[in-house]
């Protein structure tokens, strides 16, 4: 059954980089459903993540909490299917919301992938 909280954390980026305050993604949702927290505090989803959570919550949109970090640019990681072990693994594991952009066949016949988080 999903929960209030399985709602929150599916919007989340899912990086876990903790600059939220808590110890990943899953315990800043489960707080944000238990209400003890603001929607303002992940720097990785932004602007649009607080506009998502405030509709998902329906409360006022906020700008992010600036002690919590800044919002970067997009960024664009480059994977050579070639030179990497255990590539399936690496994949499952990138953010939920790093979206493959392109992909086109190197020199050699390889794919080459360009991803956006
Ligand atoms: S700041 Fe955002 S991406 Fe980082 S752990 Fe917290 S909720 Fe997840």
Redesign the pocket.
């Given at each position: 059954m999903s929960t209030r909280a399985d709602a929150i954390h599916a919007l989340?980026?899912?990086?876990?980089?903790?600059?939220?305050?808590?110890?990943?993604?899953?315990?800043?949702?489960e707080a944000l459903a238990a209400g003890t927290t603001s929607i303002n505090?992940?720097?990785?989803?932004g602007q649009a993540?607080i506009r998502e959570l405030a509709h998902l919550l329906q409360t006022a949109e906020l700008a992010l909490d600036p002690e919590?970090?800044s919002e970067g640019p997009a960024m664009v990681a480059y994977i050579d299917a070639r030179s990497l072990y255990r590539l399936r693994s690496l994949l499952t594991t990138l953010?939920s919301r790093c979206h493959r952009w392109s992909a086109t066949p190197d020199a050699y016949g390889a794919q080459r992938s360009l991803y956006r988080l």
């Amino acid at each position: 059954m999903s929960t209030r909280a399985d709602a929150i954390h599916a919007l989340l980026p899912q990086t876990q980089c903790t600059r939220c305050g808590f110890q990943g993604c899953r315990p800043y949702a489960e707080a944000l459903a238990a209400g003890t927290t603001s929607i303002n505090r992940c720097p990785p989803g932004g602007q649009a993540t607080i506009r998502e959570l405030a509709h998902l919550l329906q409360t006022a949109e906020l700008a992010l909490d600036p002690e919590c970090g800044s919002e970067g640019p997009a960024m664009v990681a480059y994977i050579d299917a070639r030179s990497l072990y255990r590539l399936r693994s690496l994949l499952t594991t990138l953010p939920s919301r790093c979206h493959r952009w392109s992909a086109t066949p190197d020199a050699y016949g390889a794919q080459r992938s360009l991803y956006r988080l």
